[in-house]
């Protein structure tokens, strides 16, 4: 006996339709878009619900498959996850053709929550440099608070290597800044070492690039617009409960002089007529009341951003 759904069509079928359209929208306003991504665009925008399986077999059978390639397995131990927010920030630049053909090349500066994976701040700039790296921390100071510590790469703005004949280790900029400010600098030897935000990297490069390219962002400021759009929904989708409740950040102390910490401070020695040599320039140093001259001495010299016109 022929069975009674036999020639009748699955209730669960996707119509042709739909079919249809997800094709031609893939091929044109959400090309270049990962399948899970894609999914959620499809739900939140176009009111089309399929599930990533769906999409992706309804996708991989008219040969539009994911762009995004799968990882290759490997065996890796993790590191645990600090126990509260606030214990250990993951700092990381990102140079990456992130407005694809529609404008220049950007970093993308991020920092990522060892014990939530969440974003406290980011933003773009032209390039990674120390300048960057003042701006997004001090964002991030102002609205939560200072980490107990950071973790980094091993690029020149964090760390300059030992030279053989030297017992100390000389500090960068943003080291010496760090130090004033009590932070635990701790610096990674391989990019697997700080993977949380090396993975949030990709992610951003995922999904952020879409997001900028239906946003139709062309420029630095149209990007830092999308993206600050973009971190709210980034962190409700992928941040975790820390193991602890609370925050480990600490508050800063009125009279705290951020603006003479993350600053750019250098030594210089005086000359004989009471002047200091600083980028090609001489300047001039008046005495005190108590002193006539600074000549032998060595004086320290701030070079002071004015964080209104980054």
């Not at 053909?101 to 773009?124: H, M, Q």
């Not at 925050?247 to 210089?268: P, W």
């Not at 007529?273 to 005190?288: A, E, G, K, S």
Request: net charge positive; hydrophobic share 35%; charged share 25%.
């Amino acid at each position: 006996l022929a069975h009674g759904n036999r020639g009748r069509t699955p209730a669960n079928v996707t119509p042709p339709a739909i079919r249809e359209q997800v094709v031609i929208l893939v091929k044109g306003r959400y090309c270049g878009v990962n399948h899970t991504l894609l999914a959620e665009l499809l739900a939140d925008r176009e009111g089309i619900i399929l599930s990533r399986s769906t999409l992706r077999r309804l996708l991989t059978r008219v040969g539009l498959p994911s762009p995004r390639r799968g990882r290759s397995p490997r065996h890796r131990y993790r590191r645990q996850r600090m126990p509260q927010e606030g214990m250990l920030l993951q700092l990381d630049g990102s140079h990456h053709r992130w407005l694809e053909d529609r404008g220049p090349w950007l970093t993308l500066f991020l920092a990522i929550d060892d014990a939530t994976g969440t974003v406290p701040y980011a933003i773009f700039r032209e390039r990674e440099d120390t300048l960057g790296y003042f701006e997004l921390l001090k964002v991030i100071f102002n609205r939560c608070g200072i980490p107990l510590g950071v973790y980094t790469d091993r690029h020149s703005i964090f760390h300059v290597e030992r030279s053989p004949n030297s017992g100390t280790v000389p500090l960068t900029q943003l080291g010496r800044a760090l130090r004033e400010l009590g932070i635990t600098h701790v610096r990674a030897h391989s990019p697997e070492a700080k993977g949380r935000v090396e993975r949030a990297n990709g992610t951003f490069q995922d999904r952020l690039v879409s997001e900028l390219r239906l946003a139709g962002a062309s420029t630095i400021t149209e990007a830092n617009l999308v993206l600050q759009d973009f971190l709210p929904r980034f962190n409700k989708r992928f941040g975790v409960p820390a193991a602890q409740p609370g925050q480990a950040y600490r508050l800063m102390s009125l009279d705290l002089d951020l603006e003479g910490i993350l600053c750019f401070k250098e030594r210089r020695r005086v000359a004989r007529d009471n002047t200091v040599q600083y980028h090609q320039r001489n300047l001039q140093l008046f005495p005190d009341a108590d002193k006539v001259s600074y000549a032998g001495a060595y004086v320290e010299i701030q070079e002071r951003l004015d964080w209104r016109c980054l």
